[in-house]
């Protein structure tokens, strides 16, 4: 049976209870209209072109907002997407933000991001299966949310070291904002029936996930867009069941004391 790790043990305290905690300073918010997508659209903007050059702003859509021109990171692959915020309760701010790029409902063999980008070595094939694939995409945290050593430069903010998240005085402190995305991924995921995922994360993201039990399986080489990326696949009823065994108070966190495993 796969062993919780120290570190994973770590945030594995019967003394705070994590889901409570988070939710103290965050919300999540799902982004059902037109407005809350343009906050998405405006984060990874911030995320994507100012913060980590990743994208050009010139690439960018550009609306108006009082008068002002504000700048849009979008593609093609919105408009079959969920997308996510978490927002700072006390600031306001959104933190956070991640989107599902679903099935095509009109032809499941329409390529995902990952398929575009990544010469994968398994790739989906199954209709079946397809019908219920998602891909994990735009997974962005902002850099007023990213305080420690390495988050910089990163996406996820997760650095290269994943110890640093679980020193001594953090121990206690709320989990990292990459576990509140990944509850808006489990939310969207449940709301659609999806069974699998896609997905391009940094390794040091992947590190991370597994110490809380949330494993995927590398499908293809590593591939250098935007760093090091590593194309991945996993299937969410083995996902979850093994996060629960391995660290319950993150598993709560994330399926909201079950309601979504």
């Not at 994590?18 to 911030?46: I, N």
């Not at 329409?110 to 079946?128: G, I, K, N, Q, R």
Request: charged share 30%.
């Amino acid at each position: 049976m796969e062993m919780a790790s120290p570190l994973a043990a770590a945030v594995t305290d019967d003394r705070i209870d994590l889901k409570a905690k988070f939710y103290e300073y965050f919300e999540l918010v799902p982004a059902l209209t037109e407005d809350l997508k343009r906050e998405a659209y405006k984060l990874r903007f911030q995320v994507y072109c100012l913060e980590t050059g990743f994208e050009r702003k010139e690439d960018c859509q550009v609306v108006y907002e009082d008068g002002r021109e504000v700048y849009l990171e979008t593609d093609v692959y919105d408009c079959r997407s969920d997308h996510y915020l978490v927002r700072h309760r006390r600031t306001g701010l959104y933190a956070a933000t991640v989107r599902l790029v679903l099935p095509d409902p009109a032809n499941p063999l329409s390529p995902y991001p990952m398929e575009a980008h990544c010469a994968l070595t398994e790739p989906v094939t199954d209709l079946a299966v397809r019908k219920r694939l998602a891909e994990i995409s735009r997974f962005a945290v902002s850099k007023d949310f990213k305080r420690r050593h390495g988050e910089a430069g990163t996406l996820a903010g997760v650095g290269p070291e994943p110890q640093v998240y679980f020193a001594p005085d953090e121990r206690r402190i709320l989990p990292h904002l990459t576990v509140g995305l990944f509850a808006a991924i489990v939310r969207m995921t449940r709301a659609r029936g999806i069974t699998h995922w896609y997905a391009v994360m940094e390794p040091a993201l992947l590190r991370l996930l597994r110490l809380f039990g949330i494993k995927f399986r590398p499908i293809g080489p590593d591939v250098n867009y935007h760093g090091l990326r590593r194309p991945c696949l996993a299937e969410v009823d083995r996902v979850l069941p093994m996060m629960r065994r391995v660290n319950p108070l993150v598993w709560a966190l994330i399926t909201e004391d079950g309601l979504y495993a």
